[in-house]
């Protein structure tokens, strides 16, 4: 991980600092991210602040019909947004694979990729890989399309020598996962399985894959980075169609880990659009950030052979 901020630099931004006054003077205009999950709470705010800024936002997306309201939606507000629509099933590895393929055949650059998307499931459920639903999207699918997309990055940002970005949305409850963090011996086993613990589990994968991909970036001298971050605790649809936060005792730990107030979906969106386009995270990679500022993830996600032993079981089932 290498990355600072002085006194100086560090922005004067907090929770309830918006998407649009984290990015408030920042010209997009040249840039292409793929952003997925978009259709709904901090995703379309994401892609809308982006588009604003002059980003050409692809949108990865499940449902493509919602993905057209979106899309117009944001046009009819910004006229000159640059905003377009590709189906991607994040559970399922035929659907990430056929929506690189095509990305990557299309000739489009790619400088920032956001990997928002996420499922909070209520019940144990396998993927149509058969793998747990909750690592299976929150995770893998989102392993997969960064190693399938990652060379079109590397170009991209050799040709237009602008850093290109990866951003994972994580969580804080990446700090309350399963004992041991991720439970590789029987990651699809029913038995000991919590619904909270599967969803804290996928998050801190998220965090540790953000990580990994960090030192090898630098490692390889690639211009790119990549960052985690937690949005803060926001009521969207995320968990509206879930039981994982039944439980009181899980709700309260939820709360206590996001800080008293939750945000909006404007606020919710804001570390995102901040790691994506503030020119002060240009070059910092490996990092966690919390309110649009530098924050501190747990000693597990920042455990570097937990992050290797993550990567190898990874490729490991992309691989199968």
Request: charged fraction near 20%; hydrophobic fraction near 40%.
């Amino acid at each position: 991980m290498w990355w600072s901020f002085s006194k100086k630099e560090k922005p004067a931004f907090s929770a309830s600092s918006t998407a649009e006054e984290v990015t408030q003077g920042i010209d997009g205009s040249g840039l292409t991210a793929v952003v997925t999950g978009a259709t709904s709470g901090i995703g379309t705010e994401t892609a809308r602040v982006l588009a604003l800024r002059g980003v050409h936002v692809i949108m990865g997306v499940r449902n493509i019909v919602a993905a057209g309201d979106v899309k117009a939606a944001i046009i009819k507000e910004i006229p000159t947004a640059k905003v377009d629509a590709m189906d991607l099933d994040l559970s399922s590895m035929a659907s990430v694979r056929k929506f690189a393929l095509n990305f990557n055949s299309s000739g489009l650059p790619l400088n920032i990729l956001i990997n928002n998307a996420g499922v909070a499931t209520g019940k144990f459920m396998l993927s149509k890989d058969n793998v747990e639903q909750h690592f299976a999207t929150n995770h893998l699918g989102h392993f997969l399309l960064t190693n399938l997309l990652l060379e079109t990055m590397k170009r991209t940002a050799r040709k237009s020598g602008r850093v290109g970005r990866i951003i994972n949305v994580s969580s804080e409850g990446h700090r309350v996962s399963y004992h041991g963090g991720i439970r590789f011996d029987n990651i699809n086993d029913p038995s000991g399985y919590s619904r909270y613990f599967a969803y804290c589990q996928s998050k801190l994968a998220n965090v540790l894959h953000a990580n990994e991909l960090a030192r090898r970036l630098k490692e390889d001298g690639a211009n790119v980075t990549a960052n985690s971050l937690h949005p803060g605790m926001i009521p969207t649809n995320l968990f509206s169609s879930s039981s994982i936060l039944s439980n009181s005792v899980a709700a309260g730990l939820f709360k206590m880990l996001s800080g008293v107030v939750l945000k909006n979906v404007q606020q919710g969106a804001a570390t995102t659009c901040y790691a994506a386009l503030h020119p002060e995270v240009e070059r910092i990679s490996g990092a966690y950030f919390v309110n649009s500022s530098l924050g501190q993830a747990s000693s597990m996600a920042r455990d570097v052979n937990l992050a290797k032993k993550l990567w190898d079981f990874s490729m490991d089932i992309i691989n199968r």
